[in-house]
């Protein structure tokens, strides 16, 4: 609920104490020292209930603090994930550590709603003195939330006939034996609650409801917690998912996979906007904007086909929904034997497996996601769909838009562009080829039958672009060319022209943003949703 | 042969230039202007054999240059690779796209040793004025090695039985049509030659033998051209496969892949050997040195089971065999139940798949290093061995090596241990378990039941460590205690210590040097044979 940064080393990135600052900072010892007290007496509360039960109940020892897991034995117990419970099961002793999402106590009796990952399921309480004591539901209702518990009960049909809070519906667990593993800090003092930070979009619609909204900075800042709502679980599991399904796709076409340096010396495409460093006594180098040259490097190496995924580094002070400092690259290059459709084959069959793998394997994730994040399932066709730029120039002109068609077009004419294309064609997912040459780099191969036009090309989901590629000049007195047409000096780049004097195989590739395929596949609206620990100009923590 | 490096971008980070430096710089403007004769006198020669052909040759149409491969076209010819050519396809015509690897004219005939990555096959010319002109051997014979050529031939049992210099044995190509796709530089101005740099490390035994030798440098200033030798072909798509075994074992345990920032406020664990810089306007930052951090806030997170495939910084200057600046951790962090062992029990049979699975998917490319750096076999068995540290110093011990019980083995003794442990146990991979407090990071959980040891362990391969990891401390207090005893002042890791003050699961995990598993599985002598672009103290080109 606090919009609290958690304080890390960043701290010593601070300038020299304001005023204001150090107004700031007393305010924020006493909210620690009030902390340190509501932590201080949750201990003793939690305490005092242990001692009363330790005097007088019979159950003592079937609750409490466990002892501080630290390899001390192999018991051979089987723990069952809350999210395989079922009706199947009933009647039988479970065990399960899990989270203490919400609890409340009426009366002799106490509901937990017992959290793992994106599963939840109730554990009820009521007080028999046979296996369950007064001690045992005081000390339950004392638990702060997304406090680590090991729960042992039986799991039965609940009385009511449905669970409504959990996503474990027909079942519930009575509670026979329950221990700490380790405690959080007081509810009160937790940032915000995963109730908040979970619910639907859908729900702030309604403007009678008084529900509290945790922000985006509240969360990022406090990403631990922020991990732990099911929308968000699912979406790094999908992410994870669309690595996997990039990799498969090109590993069963054998390519390599290749690990490119981050650490170069000199700008990697252009001067601008790379991050500079000192390499040890080596003098001043700057970190990858992209692994280009390399994976062109080791096309030239005779790999034939290469790909990495790894962090792309830019510099920009671009505060937008889809621009991050740094983040994740799915790069691929191969080399091609007469035409750049050959890596457009490659892509297409890569894409429409890649969503058809994510619609299988992560259907669930996907619900989940959409639970709170409601978004129409991606459309794609199969093949899938390839435009000239001269044909979207076309739509677009023919809709109204004016465009230059040798220029570039901008991040507001695609999403019209793909709106279009979407009422026409019935695809979210499409190819743009054949860019101007004024809208690309030096190092691309120009069309063969019009030098305003290159081989290349861009690549869409929902309106955005997620992929930037093109046929690469392989031809080294047609490279330098191009790049004094472009002003670039030559000595600049001669290590790169180099590269293709030894007899260069024609070759092309793209460039994906892994947090945009995730983002735009589930249609969410920021990247920072799809980067776990996002970088952009304001945040660098945690 | 000349050791050379490619000019680049990091020209810029030399100094003033001194009387020697002007002298060097001289020296390589006529190098270089003596290549660029040697560059256009080639051209003139091929140019005059073409026009010699356009006036007079009958079959001036099955030789000569190609039109650069420029997308102009999709002619659904199909290419055969060289490594699939064999005795079924006898008298068919092939159409093979490869390197000249080696030409040589003897009168009317020529004989081209086409390569296509670590395969070669024999091009035959024999002039007959029906299929192969005067012009044609002329032709091919002027073209320098390494050149990119389109051969249309039919396939034939060799007259002479077998081929003794291709890896193609019982087959050779009867050319038709030969084209140059891309021409490389004059022969004599490679930087060295295939050939030299596939020498099998056996040839340089022979005293006699007056064999070129190509340096570790040399071939690294030359990498694209290095790259192409049948072992390091074979040594990349090994590399390719431990990473791919890496994932494939963690995603059958439903970890999740996650891509944690490689910019950080502070340094990841102590200050020593970071690289630093500025992050835009938010002020001083540094490299990750590993995703430690971020990877236990994945588990605080919820994530249960965790792994990364990325980039390690580490700012060191330490020029040995198997320390590089920047490398590919392979990182996987996953919550347990009660014992670390559950950590071991994972990686011992993630080893195990990954040896078996390399032996089974690349034994082909395991024998071709072979032939060039001679090795045994890795020997391990299942489960793996696990020694405790202890144990481990009895060995030492008992074979008479001094060893500080409760301090750290340094990499000779490592070594020696490995011998003894392999002589004992015939393995060459096991695992060392429960070091002392004193060899380990402070966020180590100590042993349950002695504090001078902790629940920890280190990996090896052949007597050298690829693996450290261990059970994390999940108790913020514990954990605040041991940094303290360790010396660090808690303020510059109290985001750290936050992560775990909203219940905290109990988790273990570990960092593996992809580079070093890939060198150590093949027994080879240094890092950089197994990095693509290595980073080490006095190497960032290219």
């Known amino acids: 609920m606090a919009d609290e940064p958690i304080a890390d080393a960043s701290a010593e990135t601070q300038e020299a104490p304001s005023k204001k600052a150090l107004k700031k900072a007393a305010a924020a010892a006493e909210k620690a020292r009030l902390k340190a007290e509501r932590a201080a007496a949750l201990e003793a509360k939690m305490a005092a209930l242990s001692a009363a039960a330790d005097a007088e109940d019979p159950l003592k020892d079937k609750y409490g603090d466990a002892e501080m897991v630290q390899s001390q ?28 999402h919400n609890v409340r106590g009426k009366g002799k009796s106490a509901f937990i709603v017992l959290r793992q990952q994106t599963a939840t399921v109730q554990v009820v ?35 009511s006939g449905e669970v409504e809070s959990c996503t474990q519906k027909d079942v519930e667990i009575s509670l026979r034996e329950i221990h700490c593993i380790s405690r ?25 409801a008084q529900y509290v909204r945790v922000g985006q900075d509240t969360r990022l800042d406090n990403r631990v917690l922020d991990l732990r709502t099911p929308a968000n679980n699912a979406i790094f599991k999908i992410q994870s998912g669309v690595g996997t399904l990039f990799r498969e796709a090109l590993l069963r076409r054998n390519f390599t996979e290749i690990h490119t340096p981050k650490l170069i010396a000199g700008a990697s495409e252009g001067g601008a906007a790379v991050f500079r460093l000192d390499y040890m006594k080596l003098g001043p180098a700057c970190l990858a904007q992209s692994p280009q040259l390399y994976k062109q490097m080791a096309i030239m190496g005779d790999l034939e086909g290469v790909f990495e995924i790894g962090p792309v580094f830019r510099a920009e002070d671009s505060n937008t929904h889809r621009h991050l400092c740094e983040f994740t690259g799915l790069d691929m290059e191969m080399s091609i034997k007469e035409h750049y459709d050959e890596v457009l084959d490659v892509l297409d069959e890569l894409f429409v497996s890649m969503f058809d793998g994510l619609n299988e394997r992560f259907a669930r994730e996907i619900g989940v ?15 899938s769909l390839r435009l000239t730029f001269a044909e979207g120039v076309k739509m677009l002109q023919d809709a109204g838009v004016e465009v230059d068609p040798l220029g570039d077009i901008g991040t507001e004419t695609e999403r019209i562009l793909g709106k279009l294309v979407k009422e026409k064609y019935g695809t979210d997912f499409y190819m743009l080829t054949r860019y101007p040459i004024n809208a690309r780099p030096f190092y691309t191969m120009p069309a063969p039958d ?48 180099d590269s293709f004097k030894y007899g260069a195989t024609p070759h092309g590739g793209c460039g994906v943003g892994l947090e945009r395929v995730a983002m735009l596949f589930l249609d969410l609206n920021n990247i920072r949703k799809t980067s776990m620990f996002p970088r952009d100009p304001k945040r660098i923590a945690p």
Chains 1, 2 share one sequence.
């Open 184 to 208: 959080s800090v007081p509810t009160e003092d937790l940032p915000f609650l995963i109730e908040d930070a979970s619910r639907p979009e859908t729900a702030f619609e309604n403007e009678k």
């Open 369 to 383: 996601v959409g639970t709170q994040y409601p978004f129409e399932p991606l459309q794609y066709c199969r093949p």
């Open 450 to 497: 019009d030098p305003n036009y290159t081989n290349s090309f861009d690549i869409f989901i929902r309106g955005q672009e997620i992929i930037s590629g093109a046929q690469r000049i392989h031809d080294p007195k047609l490279l330098a060319e191009r790049a004094l047409a472009c002003g670039i000096e030559l000595p600049t780049i001669q290590s790169y022209i």
């Open 73 to 100: 034995t192999k018991s051979g117990r089987r723990w069952t994930r809350v999210e395989d419970l079922s009706g199947t099961l009933a009647d039988e002793e479970v065990l399960v550590r899990g989270r203490v």
């Open 125 to 159: 309480l009521f007080v028999d003195d046979v296996h369950v004591s007064k001690g045992m539901v005081k000390w339950v209702c004392s638990l702060p939330r997304e406090t680590v518990v090991d729960v042992r009960g039986v799991i039965v049909r609940p009385e």
